[in-house]
């Protein structure tokens, strides 16, 4: 293959690279008059004849032309085309001017090429840096929501402090998660998210250490390409299977003197989304208050007094217990020295107590980059800082960027790149998440709902020991102080004792050296290299609920690439031509070291591997992978309006077997602008694409070999475990296929805009570590099969309905609409687990992929619903049909194994509408998803436990739910009986949610929403009031984040924000973060 | 063209760099971070840890009452109903199918037994393959048997019903210990420490135990099966798992109680100890702390929380509180009683069923260091406890509920078995029928990965849930 390449390369090298009489050469740059930027692709052709050239990526053409000079014409769609007589210079610089009837954008494309959007065959979507920095969010992920269509970016909360943000492009594509690559001026870097142990499930415990794509600097950002299927991205071979991001940061440009541009911003964090509370019912399991019994034979004398005092069920982390009415009893807080020792105090609601246990937090950032540059050589830096406080108390983030790009030209035909990103984050106390674990799990799901949460935060005596509310029975039995919590840490102690630190230091960047070969022929050579260190420290502290534990982690990851690339252009009379030639080594090197204490500390307090009083769990973990690729490019342009583009790749992976680690893959891609040949008024520019695609795909290493898993050894006699994975020695490449077709057309003048896309992607031969039945003894195999497909639209609408000179309102609105549908699986099987949600204990929700149905269906427990049958048992109509049905007594009766809806939204999408008036500017930016499913464990146990709002309200008798059934209280259940006959019942209220325990349908939500995601409004002083100041912009901001959700279908949890952690399709929540509103302001400026 | 040449070479310098002829990586896709081989050794004892877990589980303990959870009662109240079977398949019964898989193929054979002798490492891997087995279908009934543990071969394996799989069990226990060879014993053996002695007596214990379970549906073979296991000589002493002072070693219901309290004993428990003045009683649990008095938990009450810790009577602190605290596996209490049903029944085994049933007794206050001679003699004269052959189901099954103490699973399996003693379904069972469970579900991922077996067995077996018995419960 690698011999076909070449050849079909150097033919069409040799067909346009005729010699002809060179007598001068003229050379240049070709800029925008507009903003400066290079213009790549221009055509430069001496008028009356086939002589010409394009220019090449930084806009810079060289021409031969006659001794007698001639006149260079300069075009390009969507510029005014301009004719320069040549004279006797040799040196043609032109700033070309848009021709605003045919406005064309450049975009930036495989392998970092820009190029006119006009010209690609599919669909790349560009956001500008000022637009992903509209609100200064702090993770470029994070600030792509909902800008690009068919981009489905799922957030962690404000107050996960830099949590990981997840992003779906297309949906789903194949039967796993399917995560874009990113690349960063050229350099594929890695978006992994880190937590604390690999552990992916919400079980609890897990800190989110971020995704690795938030260490970009935003400042530094330019702009980013959202290269969105296998066509677009087929040149990044296997890893652009799932889209790839394109991150083009700024350069510095040739300017006089030194540009200076500061960013300043300062947000405020408030807690936003909490569920609704009930205020009536406090702590315990029952309506009667618990009293004191005195106990001469252990407890103190001076307790006598107390005997027959009304206490609270403190062991209770619930709140189906007495009404908070006022009644003077005897608070968790009376049983420790102190002032209220012994006191009585009214039992009352505390209606904001969750509320105020958060704190405001603070994100305040600061970036000044400087650039500059001469005709040889440009540059920029910058330096960056953020400080975070979280709205969790103790929580900090703090991060600095650097980074340097700077370019020389050596020589005449040399030039130099350089660049450099380097970014520390350090953290302190990164909020846990899940269920079970951390205080928020503990406050909104199992809580007594008269506790003042500011009594709390003195959560030490005097002697440092611990200070909490969930005493237990014996302490008090005992008559000690008290010495243990039972279930929950106090929550502060639980923020400022079990505390965790991480460090990270991330350097990414590459060197590159090209060599202007020939006239129309580019040779470079990079070097690209990715690298991370990250330190993770967590301790639980000595005299908390659980065994003191120091966990300390380090994570190295580096990726290197080596890239050779040829680049070719050149025009011959209609006929432009671009072509790329390259190779490309890439080695990965990861390595990991995790240390935890066993069995608790043998010195409390003293955090520390040697500290372990049992064998320390130590684990090391060392991974190599490399691929070997050629590839190729080739883009055909006739006349400015026909194009066509092919690319071939080929890969070796060293992760497949040896005998099938090699694949080839192309792609094809064509358009046609057609306004080019209307001429028409209203139509100001429309073109058609297509494209098809093919790309080939590996897995990870160490997936062929069969290994043993090594088990804690039973004393000095070690443990070896036949390996749960059956690996794989006869896997095969996988390939995806894709097609997709697309319109682009302005009409008026481009005052309206319309880009629609539809696509059709197919996986097969995927390579899927399977879920099997454990009775075959494994729990997965690595096997190749199965197809799933997914198929597409995607719209981007743009208007500007009013533009006068003072006053212009524009619109910009994306959607996509995407299904995935699993077409096959291995043989004989019908469905793929994705994912144990919960345990079978929970009602065993699992989402799954099954033929024939959509990607991503959940199924668990859910209640029986009725279905008439006749005598031989066929299903019949009957009105009760589809009903609930409940028991003789009401209780839903429950069922195993029900469908319950699918995962992934029917439609994702944003619209952003921007004002400007004169200097003023106002920009409000909307996300939207609606369908999709996911489960929530914190509206289960926020019900279970008798938190929510629901579980005291008043039923139709007047009455609270919680009044006795006998005296018109319990709760409303209308349903069915087994035999189809309408009944109501009222329950109980705790029976009636305890009896959802493990129901997962009853806690199933829609995740549609509509949210304010993003406003800003703006000011930027007028160039007369700064003309004679240094200052060559001067920008001032309110901006705000998470402003308003408008719409939700769940009380309480924000639909948007669904995570579990790092891992998993956050496909359910427990514990979750509330979300954060933030409000601040933003100061920018220029010299 | 000389200047295209020299292009032309270096493109190809370039494209060389890549590397991109070359398929050939070595070994860098070899994973440094497991081992490619085991000794056998390493495999047996990470399965034989898995018998602490089968022992130490919860479940057993509440269906029988001996246990009642405290504030959540999810357990005690029949909450939950499929169980996972898989990590069961995927752990032990993995790795013991190895140790044969190794003992037996001519290319590791002689490897392997560096270890022990082929025959002796088969022979454990059988007998503990059994075990386990038995232990799995008397919760789940029939299950993945003969098509199981066949990796990529079967990725579907359907079920065998449980007579197949009592029938094969028996042969394999039958057919392990007699392989057993005069080589040397298994490495790794952390329950008899490779004695081969031992394991034939085990082996032997297991067949008698297994026999006597399908006794009520199978007689027959029950008795032939019974009595030639019992002739080829069953164990003389508590078969015991040895916890470790270290917390990957640890008793279970230890490390329950680091953080929570979940677990006291029951209300019926405590009340028959108490009213046959059992001194069990104070080896099975704590006084309760406000009253320095036994006091059992009530069983499976959706109020339990309001009842306080200090008012109940916790597990004894030789559990609860002691790391290295040893789990019974099988004990000779548990021997005496089968011996003792099995002569009542009129089967050819020495000694009178009195004898075999007060042994049995004796055995128990033995293993829980209470034994008095004089309390003992008066004990076993108690109206409630004295042998009469006539009521042996209800004696048997009363003195094996106490003496089967924290061995949950087989505590439930002979509750179910006897019916004795008479236990009151959880007042607040959250189960639709309300009913003491007789089985547990298959897992439900059974139902989204195997269905089309799942279906077809739970056609033939009847409904998957609690209440549908098992083969051998006919009464």
């Known amino acids: 293959m690698k011999k076909y390449l070449l050849l079909s390369a150097a033919l069409v090298f040799m067909l346009f690279n005729h010699a002809w009489a060179q007598e001068r050469s003229i050379s240049g740059k070709v800029t925008s008059a507009d903003d400066g930027s290079s213009m790549p692709g221009v055509t430069v052709v001496l008028k009356g004849t086939s002589i010409g050239a394009v220019t090449d990526l930084d806009g810079n053409y060289r021409v031969s032309v006659p001794s007698e000079g001639g006149t260079l014409v300069f075009s390009f769609v969507g ?64 600030s792509l929501t909902g800008k690009v269509a068919g981009v489905q970016v799922i957030g962690a909360s404000g107050a996960a402090l830099g949590g990981s943000t997840k992003i779906r492009l297309r949906g789903a594509t194949t039967l796993g998660e399917s995560s874009p690559l990113f690349v960063v001026d050229g350099t594929p870097i890695s978006n992994e998210s880190i937590g604390p142990d690999g552990r992916t499930h919400f079980g609890g415990g897990n800190r989110d250490y971020g995704n690795l794509a938030s260490d970009i600097n935003p400042n530094d950002i330019e702009s980013i390409s959202v290269l969105k299927g296998p066509s677009a991205a087929a040149i990044y071979g296997q890893r652009g299977a799932n889209g790839v991001i394109l991150i083009t940061t700024k350069k510095g440009s040739s300017r006089q003197g030194i540009g200076l541009d500061y960013n300043h911003s300062t947000t405020f964090d408030k807690v936003y989304v909490l569920p609704s509370y009930q205020n009536t019912y406090g702590g315990g399991y029952s309506q009667t ?16 007094a107390w005997d027959g005092q009304n206490m609270i069920n403190y062991a209770a982390d619930e709140s189906w217990g007495p009404k908070m009415d006022g009644t003077l009893v005897r608070h968790w807080d009376s049983w420790y020295p102190g002032d209220e020792y012994g006191k009585l105090r009214p039992f009352s609601p505390n209606p904001d107590n969750v509320r105020n246990f958060f704190d405001t937090g603070v994100t305040s950032s600061n970036n000044v980059a400087f650039s500059g540059g001469n005709n040889d050589t440009f540059f920029r830096m910058s330096l960056g800082n953020t400080n975070q406080t979280g709205v969790l108390p103790g929580s900090a983030l703090k991060k600095v960027n650097v980074s340097f790009n700077g370019t020389a030209k050596l020589s005449e035909k040399l030039t ?20 079970g674990s951390g205080p928020v799990s503990s406050m909104n799901q199992w809580f007594q709902r008269q506790i003042d949460t500011d009594r709390l935060r003195n959560y030490q005596n005097a002697d440092g020991t611990q200070r909490f509310w969930n005493l237990r029975a014996e302490d008090i039995a005992s008559g000690v102080t008290p010495q243990q919590p039972l279930y929950w840490d106090n929550p502060y102690w639980d923020l400022y004792e079990n505390t965790s630190h991480d460090n990270r230091d991330r350097t990414l960047g590459n060197v590159s050296l090209s060599y202007q070969l020939l006239e129309n022929l580019k040779v470079s050579g990079f070097v690209r290299s990715d690298n991370y260190v990250q330190r993770i420290e967590e301790i639980t502290a000595s005299g908390g609920l659980e065994l003191d534990r120091y ?88 006349k400015e309006y026909l194009y066509l583009d092919v690319t071939g790749r080929r890969d070796i992976s060293s992760s497949l077997p040896s005998a099938n680690n090699a694949y080839f893959y192309p792609s094809i891609s064509t358009s046609f602008v057609f306004s080019e040949l209307l001429n028409s008024s209203v139509l100001s520019f429309g073109k058609v694409r297509a494209s098809y695609a093919k790309l080939g795909s590996d897995i990870s290493q160490y997936n062929i070999y069969t290994t043993y898993d090594v088990g804690n050894p039973y004393g000095s006699t070690g443990r070896l475990a036949v390996n749960n994975k059956l690996q794989n020695a006869d896997l095969r490449p996988q390939l995806s296929t894709n097609m997709e077709v697309g319109t682009n057309m302005r009409f008026l003048s481009d005052r309206l805009g319309l880009d629609v896309n539809v696509y059709k992607t197919n996986v097969t031969d995927q390579i899927l570590e399977l879920t099997v039945p454990g009775s075959s003894g494994f729990s997965t195999a690595i096997v190749n099969a199965g197809e799933i497909e997914s198929k597409g639209l995607e719209v981007v609408f743009n208007a500007t309905p009013v533009k006068t000179a003072d006053f212009s309102w524009d619109i910009n609105l994306n959607g996509a609409h995407n299904q995935s549908t699993v077409i096959s699986l291995a043989e004989g099987l019908e469905n793929r687990e994705l994912q144990k949600i919960l345990s079978d204990r929970w009602g065993g929700l699992s989402l799954n992929a099954r033929v024939g149905e959509k990607w991503g269906q959940f199924v668990g427990g859910g209640f029986a619903r009725y279905q008439a049958t006749d005598a031989s048992g066929n299903n019949i109509d009957h009105p009760s049909n589809g009903k609930i049905m409940v028991d003789a007594s009401g209780f839903y009766i429950y069922e195993q194994n029900v469908e319950l809806g699918s995962l992934l939204p029917e439609f994702t999408g944003g619209i952003r509408n921007t004002f400007n008036y004169k200097d003023l500017s106002l920009s409000a930016f909307i996300d939207f998803q609606k369908g999709g499913q996911f489960f929530s464990v914190t509206r289960m146990f926020n019900d279970m436990a008798g938190q929510s709002a629901a579980t005291a309200e ?23 009986d087994e035999s189809g006959n309408p009944v109501t019942h009222y329950l109980d209220a705790v029976d009636y949610y305890w009896g959802q325990f493990g129901l997962n349908e009853a806690y199933m939500y829609d995740a549609s929403f509509i949210k304010l995601r993003e406003l800003r409004v703006g000011y930027s002083l007028p160039a007369n009031l700064i003309g004679k100041t240094p200052f060559r912009s001067i920008n001032v901001a309110v901006i705000g984040k998470n402003l308003w959700l408008i719409k939700t279908n769940v009380d309480g949890i924000d639909p948007s924000e669904i995570s579990e952690g790092i891992g998993g399709f956050n496909a359910a929540e427990g514990g979750v973060l509330p979300g954060v509103r933030s409000v601040g302001f933003n100061v920018r400026f220029g010299l | 063209m000389i200047k ?3 292009i032309f070479s270096i493109i190809t310098a370039g494209l060389l760099l890549a590397g991109s002829a070359c398929t050939d990586f070595g070994d860098i896709n070899v994973d440094p971070n497991q081992p490619s081989n085991a000794p056998t050794s390493l495999l047996l004892t990470d399965a034989q840890t898995w018998v602490a877990t089968a022992i130490g589980a919860p479940e057993g303990v509440l269906y029988t009452q001996q246990l009642s959870e405290t504030q959540y009662t999810e357990t005690s109240r029949y909450n939950q109903t499929t169980f996972d079977y898989y990590p069961w398949y995927t752990g032990p019964l993995a790795n013991l199918q190895q140790i044969i898989n190794l003992n037996t193929d001519d290319a590791t054979k002689n490897a392997a037994a560096a270890d022990g002798s082929n025959n002796n490492q088969i022979a454990v891997a059988r007998i503990m393959k059994a075990y386990f087995f038995q232990y799995m279908t008397d919760r789940w009934g029939a299950l993945p048997y003969s098509e199981a543990l066949q990796g990529a071969a079967n990725f579907n394996p359907a079920y065998d019903t449980q007579d197949k799989i009592y029938a094969d069990l028996l042969k394999e226990v039958k057919e392990a210990v007699a392989m057993i060879d005069a080589g040397a014993g298994p490495n790794g053996d952390i329950i008899f420490g490779g004695d081969m002695g031992s394991w034939a007596a085990f082996g032997n214990t297991l067949r008698m135990n297994m026999a006597m379970r399908i006794s009520d549906i199978d007689p027959a073979t029950a008795r032939s099966e019974f009595e030639a296991a019992y002739n080829a000589g069953v164990i003389s002493t508590d078969v015991m798992y040895n916890h470790l002072n270290d917390a990957n070693n640890q008793n279970p219901w230890y490390g329950r109680f680091i953080t929570r309290t979940d677990y006291a ?16 009683i104070s080896a099975y649990a704590e006084p309760a702390l406000a009253t320095g008095t036994f006091v059992g938990m009530p069983y499976g009450i959706s109020t339990a929380g309001d009842i306080p810790n200090s008012d109940v009577s916790f597990i004894t602190d030789n559990i609860i509180n002691t790391k290295d605290a040893d789990q019974a596996i099988f004990t000779v209490a548990q021997v005496e009683f089968l011996l003792a049903e099995a002569v009542n029944d009129g089967w050819s085994i020495p000694g009178t069923a009195q004898q075999h049933y007060e042994a049995g007794i004796q055995a128990s206050w033995e293993q829980w260091g209470v034994f008095d001679a004089a309390a003992f003699a008066t004990y076993i004269a108690d109206a409630a406890v004295v042998w009469n052959g006539t009521n042996a189901d209800q004696l048997i099954g009363t003195q094996k509920w106490v003496a089967l103490y924290m061995q949950g699973y087989e505590a439930w399996a002979e509750w179910r078995r006897l019916d004795f003693p008479a236990l009151t379904p959880a007042p607040d069972a959250v189960n639709n029928s309300g009913q003491i469970p007789v089985r547990q579900a298959y897992p439900s991922t059974e139902y989204t990965l195997n269905k089309a077996n799942y279906e077809s067995i739970v056609a033939a077996q009847g409904a998957d849930n609690l209440d549908n018995k098992l083969w051998w419960d006919t009464k």
């Not at chain 1, 106990?295 to 103190?300: G, L, M, T």
């Not at chain 1, 080596?562 to 031509?577: P, Q, T």
């Not at chain 1, 080594?585 to 372990?612: M, Q």
Request: charged share 20%; aromatic share 8%.
């Open chain 1, 79 to 142: 510029l005014l085309t301009e004719e320069v007589v040549i004279g006797q210079r040799t040196v043609i610089d032109l700033a070309m001017k848009s021709d605003i009837t045919q406005l064309s954008e450049v975009v930036v494309t495989g392998l970092g090429i820009s190029r006119q959007e006009s010209s690609l065959g599919y669909a790349v979507q560009e956001v500008s840096g000022d637009k992903l920095a509209m609100v200064n969010e702090t993770n470029i992920v994070g």
């Open chain 2, 4 to 6: 295209n040449n020299k």
């Open chain 1, 289 to 304: 208050f618990p009293t004191f019994t005195y106990n001469p034979a252990v407890h103190p004398a001076e307790w006598a």
């Open chain 1, 954 to 976: 008043i039923n139709d008798n007047g009455k609270n739910v919680r009044d006795a059934v006998a005296d018109g209280g319990g709760v409303r259940v209308d349903a069915v």
């Open chain 2, 265 to 280: 004993v029951s209300e019926p428990m405590i009340n028959y100890l108490q009213s046959v003045n059992d001194p069990r």
């Open chain 1, 551 to 638: 966990l300390s982690r380090t994570l190295t990851g580096r990726e290197n690439n080596y890239e050779f690339l040829a680049e070719y252009n050149k025009s011959v009379g209609d006929i432009s031509i671009n072509a790329t030639l390259g190779g490309n080594i890439r080695k990965n090197f990861n390595s990991h070291l995790f240390e935890e204490t066993v069995g608790g500390l043998s010195t409390p307090g003293f955090y520390d591997i040697a500290a372990s009083k049992d064998r320390p769990d130590v684990d090391t973990y060392r991974s190599q992978k490399e691929v070997r690729s050629v590839y190729g490019t080739a883009s055909f342009g006739y």
């Open chain 1, 416 to 435: 130099s790149n350089a660049s450099v990103m380097y970014t520390n984050t350090q953290a302190n106390n990164r909020p846990r998440l899940g269920y």
